[in-house]
């Protein structure tokens, strides 16, 4: 069965400090996909990035970065220089593709960004 | 282009009742999945809707059903309500069921159901 972990429930930090949010999956799946949603508080799950098992480049958005390592099983998400923006629940997500039955997401329990100004 | 949508945005219900929840697929996108999101926890597959058909399932009772329409909207019907089944509803389209590059979830707004 595959499983997704964020360790951290909460994290609080001081506007422009740098931010990193992890996360660690069970599959056993070889091919699968990750991703990252943004939840703010009006609830809509709002979709950041989607990486494929097979792609272990790091990616880079604006104030975004991501670092998957398949050595480890994490697929880590790092803000730079915060803003009270970016305050909302992150989740990560794991796909295990079902050609035949579907692709499901299993997410993990949410870490709570708080930027405070 | 628009974007996911569902209705009610709130409901309150009491316990036995039923209740049918709605969602209208982002443009192009031909499947629809719904989550169930507890307070404080992270959404939970209930089930996936392909060609209006069920296309995958999680761990979810009988009492959960839904429907695909040819235009590729959804309902999510609930029977026998129970206070458990109090949290926030979210439907999810995608281009396609699964693998490749085409099957990210995009998300409505969601629907908060209250069963008293």
């Known amino acids: 069965a595959q499983k997704v972990t964020q360790a951290q429930t909460e994290i609080s930090v001081v506007e422009k400090e740098d931010v990193t949010l992890d996360c660690v999956y069970e599959?056993?799946?070889?091919?699968?996909?990750l991703f990252w949603y943004k939840q703010p508080p009006s609830g809509e799950l709002v979709f950041l990035i989607r990486?494929?098992?097979?792609?272990?480049q790091n990616e880079i958005s604006g104030r975004y970065s991501w670092n998957f390592q398949k050595s480890t099983s994490s697929f880590n998400f790092t803000i730079t220089a915060s803003q009270v923006v970016d305050s909302a629940v992150y989740f990560c997500a794991l796909s295990e593709a079902y050609e035949t039955s579907g692709s499901r997401l299993t997410f993990g329990e949410g870490t709570q960004l708080t930027v405070n100004p | 282009e628009t974007g996911v949508t569902q209705s009610p945005t709130h409901l309150i219900k009491t316990r036995g009742q039923q209740v049918t929840l709605r969602c209208s697929s982002q443009s192009g996108h031909n499947t629809v999945s719904w989550y169930q999101q507890a307070l404080g926890q992270g959404p939970q597959f209930i089930f996936q809707y392909y060609r209006e058909e069920e296309n995958g399932r999680g761990n979810f009772p009988p009492r959960f059903s839904g429907l695909q329409f040819p235009n590729y909207s959804s309902e999510l019907n609930v029977n026998a309500l129970e206070l458990d089944d109090s949290a926030l509803y979210l439907c999810a389209s995608s281009l396609e069921p699964g693998g490749g590059a085409t099957d990210t979830q995009y998300f409505g707004p969601g629907t908060r159901l209250t069963v008293l």
């Open positions: 599959t056993r799946d070889t091919t699968y996909y």
């Open positions: 990486r494929n098992s097979f792609d272990e």
